[in-house]
């Protein structure tokens, strides 16, 4: 297994519309064990392929406190939403940034499993919160995006002069 490098905002790749998985293989499944590394490091709760710059529709996802309740959804796919809340989201592609955005209450999901098999879900609350939130990055948008113009812009800046700090210190 191996961690890997997670795309910040605002690098224009996170933009890019994931396609869908063919065949569920070795590979992908290299995939999901190395993304399940680099989230439990991060650490994370959930982490779509896109942001590790592999843009096939893939979302890990472990709300779980033990972090031993990893769930794998391939080509995932709203099939029905209800309700609404509000509820302050963070991103490993948006470090130390965490913003109240307004999603559905309750979703059920379609995707697949590790193994290719087909399942759905119907889940509320933090759980249903990750799975639209890591389905966006699969659609190239970013939980900022939800946010105003300005908003989006400070936080631009923010990561912008961390960045450039960073790289000063270096």
């Known amino acids: ?4 490098n997670i795309l910040n905002y605002p690098d224009p790749r996170l933009h890019t519309i994931a396609k869908p998985i063919e065949v ?11 993304m399940a590394e680099t989230m439990y490091s991060a650490p994370g709760i959930g982490l ?15 709300i779980s406190e033990t972090k031993d309740s990893l769930k794998i959804f391939i080509n995932p796919k709203i099939i029905e939403s ?9 991103c490993l592609s948006v470090p130390d940034v965490f913003e109240s955005v307004t999603r ?10 590790r193994e290719g098999e087909s399942f759905e879900l119907a889940v509320d609350g933090l759980l249903a919160i990750c ?4 389905m966006d ?18 936080i ?14 270096s």
Do not use: C, W
């Open 1 to 4: 297994m191996a961690i890997l």
């Open 24 to 34: 569920v293989d070795k590979s992908i499944n290299k995939l999901i064990d190395d």
């Open 48 to 62: 779509a392929a896109t942001q590790v710059d592999r843009h096939l529709q893939l979302i890990l996802i472990d």
């Open 82 to 90: 209800s309700g609404q809340q509000v509820y302050e989201e963070g």
């Open 104 to 113: 559905a209450e309750r979703v059920k999901v379609q995707a697949l499993d």
């Open 131 to 134: 799975i639209q939130h890591e």
């Open 137 to 154: 990055h699969l659609l190239g948008k970013v939980f900022v995006e939800y946010l105003s113009p300005l908003k989006r812009y400070r």
């Open 156 to 169: 631009k800046t923010k990561i912008k002069k961390r960045t450039k700090e960073r790289f000063i210190k």
